[in-house]
Every structure is written in structure tokens, then in C-alpha cells.
């Protein structure tokens, strides 16, 4: 009796201390962080394709991973200019449509600058249960091989997004036993000092889309020491 008191209570024991540490990881896992700070406050100028920040803001650390599994961090917009927009690769509609936005402001770069070896066009899933690197890596290159993939854990993306502005749900499909994904629309330039530079809503249209981006681009190279500059 007094063996099979102590194998039970050593039992329970344990059951309790593995739901801890799961309860403990799933918490870890899917809870936000403190918030933090609003990016998209302060004075803008209107025009045409949506807002540019007179001030831009910097951006928060943070973590993600690229379509190659690789880290995606500060680091990878420091030194570009990065657009990002938000969505999923089962999206029916707005995200396909924004990757051939995508596809068509790179080619008027292109005839524009010649180069664009300093920008790149990033799609960020917050979709991570079904879009995994691999999954993101084919959808992008799809629309282009430089186009860049990234997702994350539930946590890191709304910690990342939640700043930002930007807005994402699942939704259930009834009787269909899967979901969709409600998100914001917006793509956001980021400047290649990792600085929240202008939020285009949409719908967007390329030729204003550039148009932007070059206002805003030799603005930014204008305010640059003449040692720093890139032209």
C-alpha cells in the first residue's frame, strides 16, 4: 500500500509539473509582451499615395524569420529601403494583388534608377500556423525571385505588428473546418535607417506608389552628410 501511495503521488506530481511547463510554453508562445508606443502617431504629409512621416520613427527590435529560415531582424532593413506589407498566402484576393503591385513598382524602379540593389520588397504572412518558410518561399517567387518572405511566431508578429498599426484576425469559414485571415491592407516604407518613413493604405496604385518613394528617397539622401550619401 505504502508503495503504491508513493508511485501515485509521485505520478500526479509529475502530471502536474509537465502541464506547468506546458501551460508556462503555450503562454510564451502566444502571449503578447507589454505594448508598446504607437509608431503611427505624430505629424504627416498628405499626398497622393497615402502619409509620410516628417519625423520618422524608428523601429522596435524585434525577430522574425525570412523564407530561408534565416533570422530577419533589424539588421535586414538597415542600409534598404524596405516596403512590407502583411498577409497570407491563402488570401483569395488583396495579397496577390499587392505582389503584382509589388512586381510592377519593381520594374519601375528599375527603369528609374537602373539599380535596385538597395530595396527590397518584403511580404510578412500573419498567417504562421499554415505558412511556413518553405510555403513563403515558393508563393513569393512566384510573383519574383527577390521578393522576400517572412513570417514568425504568433507572439513576435503581433509584437512587431501591434506598433505598426497593423491589424489581423482568423476568421472561421463555417462547416469548412478552416479559416481566413482578416488583415490591414497597408504597405509601409521603411527607410535605410530602419525608420517607419510613409504608410501607403489602399487600394494602391504603382505609378503613385513610386512617385512616393522617389519624393521620399531624395529627400532622405538630401539630409545625408555628403560622405553617406548613395545617389
Not at 98 to 124: A, C, G, P, S
Not at 141 to 167: E, K
Amino acid at each position: 500500500m505504502q508503495i503504491n501511495f508513493l508511485f501515485t503521488r509521485q505520478f500526479i506530481l509529475g502530471i502536474t509539473s509537465l502541464v506547468a511547463v506546458v501551460t508556462l510554453a503555450l503562454w510564451l508562445w502566444y502571449s503578447p509582451t507589454t505594448t508598446l508606443p504607437s509608431l503611427i502617431e505624430g505629424e504627416t504629409k498628405s499626398i497622393l499615395a497615402g502619409k509620410i512621416f516628417q519625423q520618422p520613427k524608428p523601429l522596435y527590435p524585434f525577430q522574425l524569420i525570412d523564407h530561408d529560415g534565416k533570422v530577419f531582424d533589424l539588421n535586414r532593413l538597415r542600409g534598404k529601403w524596405s516596403f512590407l506589407f502583411f498577409g497570407y498566402t491563402h488570401c483569395p484576393d488583396v495579397c496577390p494583388m499587392t505582389l503584382v503591385t509589388y512586381k510592377e513598382i519593381h520594374q519601375q524602379l528599375l527603369k528609374r534608377l537602373k539599380q535596385v540593389t538597395d530595396i527590397q520588397l518584403i511580404f510578412i504572412s500573419v498567417d504562421p500556423q499554415r505558412d511556413t518558410p518553405e510555403l513563403l518561399k515558393q508563393y513569393v517567387g512566384y510573383f519574383h525571385p527577390d521578393f522576400i518572405g517572412v513570417t514568425g511566431t504568433p507572439r513576435a508578429l503581433r509584437d512587431f505588428t501591434q506598433p505598426l498599426g497593423i491589424f489581423y484576425r482568423e476568421v472561421e469559414r463555417p462547416g469548412e473546418g478552416t479559416y481566413w485571415v482578416e488583415h490591414s491592407g497597408s504597405i509601409l516604407l521603411i527607410d535605410p535607417l530602419a525608420r517607419l518613413s510613409a504608410l501607403f493604405p489602399a487600394p494602391h496604385h504603382p505609378n503613385d506608389l513610386v512617385a512616393a518613394y522617389l519624393q521620399i528617397r531624395e529627400q532622405f539622401q538630401a539630409n545625408l552628410p555628403k560622405t553617406g550619401r548613395t545617389e
